[in-house]
T-cell receptor, first 111, second 113 residues
Framework: DGGITQSPKYLFRKEGQNVTLSCEQNLNHDAMYWYRQDPGQGLRLIYY???????QKGDIAEGYSVSREKKESFPLTVTSAQKNPTAFYLC??????????FGDGTRLSIL | AQSVTQPDIHITVSEGASLELRCNYS??????LFWYVQSPGQGLQLLLKYFSGDTLVQGIKGFEAEFKRSQSSFNLRKPSVHWSDAAEYFCAVATRATGKSTFGDGTTLTVKP
């Protein structure tokens, strides 16, 4: 079955450490997205990519970085510059003029 | 810039009662509109979508929504709620050009037995 796989499901970060969240899709979608979800705040867009080797900042990109070297993969790195990284991170993908499909999320916590 | 407002943070209904969740959007042209549902610790699942055509759209799990351009609304309805419908519901608007979506802050639905 086609879908989006996010890993790991739970991740812990130490102070000053960068961590990378994985997102893989086998839906052959061109567009991919990263969202951050905090309680009571809905989803906020971090980065998105509409095509391989190209991506744009969303509303809250500071302290995060991404790459899009392959159509199937859109990893998100939470850098040490992100001072409040504890959140639920959701990856999504979409085809042209289609709704977004979501992964099951990664919950990041600070040790 | 596009935006979405879900006026109700939390709604409680009795099982078997009808449900309406409100969604208002701001967008300069005809939008793409969506409703998603999220169970705790899970990703979002698409309930239904509006792209064009018939303003009353049917979705999965017995949900429907009506697009009202004059009111900039896209309210979600269900005639009889089941206990398994308890979850968080998100309305979203997307641009036709980029597909980039903006989400509301969500409405948490509690179902009383």
């Amino acid at each position: 079955d086609g879908g989006i796989t996010q890993s790991p499901k739970y991740l812990f970060r130490k102070e000053g450490q960068n961590v990378t969240l994985s997102c893989e899709q086998n839906l052959n979608h061109d567009a991919m997205y990263w969202y951050r979800q905090d309680p009571g705040q809905g989803l906020r867009l971090i980065y998105y990519s509409q095509i391989v080797n190209d991506f744009q900042k969303g509303d809250i990109a500071e302290g995060y970085s991404v790459s899009r070297e392959k159509k199937e993969s859109f990893p998100l790195t939470v850098t040490s510059a992100q001072k409040n990284p504890t959140a639920f991170y959701l990856c999504a993908s979409s085809g042209e003029n289609q709704p977004q499909h979501f992964g099951d999320g990664t919950r990041l916590s600070i040790l | 810039a596009q935006s979405v407002t879900q006026p109700d943070i939390h709604i409680t209904v009795s099982e078997g009662a009808s449900l309406e969740l409100r969604c208002n959007y701001s967008y300069g042209a005809t939008p793409y509109l969506f409703w998603y549902v999220q169970s705790p610790g899970q990703g979002l699942q698409l309930l239904l979508k509006y792209f064009s055509g018939d303003t009353l759209v049917q979705g999965i799990k017995g949900f429907e929504a009506e697009f009202k351009r004059s009111q900039s609304s896209f309210n979600l309805r269900k005639p009889s709620v089941h206990w398994s419908d308890a979850a968080e519901y998100f309305c979203a608007v997307a641009t036709r050009a980029t597909g980039k979506s903006t989400f509301g802050d969500g409405t948490t639905l509690t179902v009383k037995p």
